[in-house]
């Protein structure tokens, strides 16, 4: 190859590369914007389950505190039943 041949092909490659060293640039803010938003996403659902297993601990409590009123109750009628008789 000669001189000229050599100009060529650095002036086309330079070229392309300052044309789409810009889009590149552009196309990587966007994924790491695209990124820190997916953080934030995972942030927030991690939080949003923690408060769910919270709620169902407190549910399973209540439901258990609901089940021993009812056997309460249960008894408590039973008691009355035999005094009435």
Do not use: C, N
């Not at 927030?44 to 601990?57: H, M, P, S, V, Y």
């Amino acid at each position: 190859m000669t001189t000229r041949d050599w100009i060529s092909v650095v002036g086309v490659v330079m070229s392309a590369l300052l044309a789409l060293g810009p889009w590149m640039f552009m196309v990587h803010a966007k994924l790491a914007v695209i990124a820190s938003q997916i953080v934030e996403l995972s942030q927030k659902l991690e939080k949003a389950a923690d408060a769910a297993a919270r709620l169902w601990a407190l549910y399973a409590q209540h439901e258990a505190k609901l089940e021993t009123h009812d056997v309460h109750l249960t008894h408590i009628a039973e008691r009355l039943r035999a005094m009435e008789e």
